[in-house]
């Protein structure tokens, strides 16, 4: 179980250093220039956005508190 969790984690954390180079830019603009991106997939940018931040806190959150979430502590961590 421990591996699984750790590949969902590892996997959602490339997911987003992928998609950080796309991030802000509209889904029409990719499609119809999507030639341009072929050649960004590559050279990635090796650097991962808030998004792993804030799944690793909630992650954190929740090992602290046994699978519960409790929002009034959440917004501190």
Do not use: A, W
Not at 27 to 47: A, Q, T, V
Not at 55 to 69: A, Q, V
């Amino acid at each position: 179980m421990i591996e699984l969790i750790k590949g969902l984690l590892m996997g959602g954390c490339y997911g987003d250093i992928v998609g950080s180079q796309f991030e802000g830019t509209s889904n029409d603009f990719m499609i119809d220039n999507k030639h341009l991106y072929i050649n960004l997939i590559l050279p990635l940018s090796k650097r991962y956005t808030d998004d792993t931040e804030m799944t690793m806190i909630l992650f954190s959150h929740m090992l602290k508190n046994k699978g519960d979430i409790f929002f009034t502590n959440l917004h501190k961590e």
